[in-house]
């Protein structure tokens, strides 16, 4: 049996809180996307054999899982990766990989549970944000109401900690993001990331309560009636204050001067929803249709050449990961 496995990709507006242990820490809200989606194909083989882009990684998200699983068939497998975004530039990568080794593996070995949580627990995924843990079992928007944490640290908790219940909401399937990255930068990750997180001041609850407040009042009323601009200021006020947050780790509430411009000249044409995907570069861009994303694109296009500036227009995903069987591998 060949298997294919392909995920949407995340977007995330950012953090509720850190650094206190008075209320759950991290959480946040986040999209899931369509493109650009990571897809494998997994079959059985004598070993374990990965190939294509970020093989290693997936190699050691099989491994991971067999131990997790304490099933050793989880290493007799080839798994190639046919196409993946890039990593560490805000698009969820790492996870939508991990979840998709996890989830194929699972269907081949015929284990019976597939739930997000438990295949995200298997490949050691969802240790700060649940958002792509959910997101790629249910596609849509994701409110990740956070979790405790023992003192005020910054460090992420172990993965079985991961928030089982999360607000949801269905997108809208006329909308479209343009997704915008300035070539050859990329967003904190790995002990970068942590070193900075352990440097960042504690949330004040102020902040907080006011980045909840926007996603209830705001936020999740426009997404369910579908109103583009409604949601899309509360998109863009909610993701400066949450970015204002990092600011002594980068500059102000985006990663740097070109960022705030691009977000700035996209403003500018009359676009409310924008925003930087998590750590970035990846700039985000609500359009109420293809359109109006389309013009968005060709009105940047006038200052940023596509060497300078990778756009991609793309949907909402409607329902996450999805799994084709007797795949033809090549």
């Not at 015929?110 to 298997?122: I, K, M, S």
Request: charged share 20%; net charge neutral.
């Amino acid at each position: 049996m060949h298997i294919r496995v392909t995920t949407p990709s995340r977007l995330h507006f950012g953090m509720f809180s850190f650094g206190r242990s008075d209320v759950p820490a991290y959480g946040g809200v986040g999209v899931m996307v369509r493109h650009p989606g990571v897809v494998l194909d997994i079959a059985p083989a004598d070993g374990l054999n990965c190939c294509g882009p970020l093989a290693q990684r997936v190699a050691c998200f099989a491994r991971a899982a067999a131990e997790y699983w304490g099933d050793a068939r989880a290493e007799s497998c080839e798994i190639r990766v046919v196409e993946a975004p890039p990593q560490h530039v805000g698009l969820g990568t790492g996870t939508q990989l991990a979840m998709a080794v996890a989830l194929g593996l699972s269907v081949l070995l015929r284990r019976g549970d597939r739930d997000a949580v438990e295949l995200a627990r298997a490949v050691g995924r969802g240790r700060r944000s649940a958002v792509g843990t959910h997101g790629f079992a249910r596609g849509g928007l994701i409110v990740d109401p956070g979790r405790f944490v023992d003192g005020a640290s910054a460090s992420p908790g172990p993965s079985h900690d991961i928030p089982t219940v999360v607000e949801h909401v269905v997108l809208p399937r006329h909308w479209r993001f343009v997704l915008l990255r300035l070539c050859h930068t990329a967003g904190r990750h790995g002990a970068s990331e942590e070193s900075a997180f352990e440097r960042l001041p504690a949330v004040p609850p102020r902040v907080t309560e006011r980045l909840h407040e926007i996603v209830r009042e705001q936020m999740l009323p426009a997404a369910r009636a579908g109103e583009t601009d409604r949601f899309g200021e509360a998109v863009f006020e909610y993701g400066v204050l949450a970015g204002e947050c990092f600011a002594t780790q980068q500059s102000g509430a985006f990663a740097d001067s070109r960022v705030a411009e691009l977000v700035r000249r996209i403003r500018g044409m009359g676009i409310r929803g924008v925003g930087q995907s998590s750590w970035g570069p990846t700039v985000f861009a609500l359009a109420g249709a293809t359109d109006e994303a389309e013009r968005i694109v060709t009105k940047l296009r006038e200052t940023y050449a596509r060497d300078e500036l990778d756009a991609i227009v793309t949907s909402p995903s409607q329902w996450g990961a999805h799994v084709n069987f007797d795949v033809e591998s090549g």
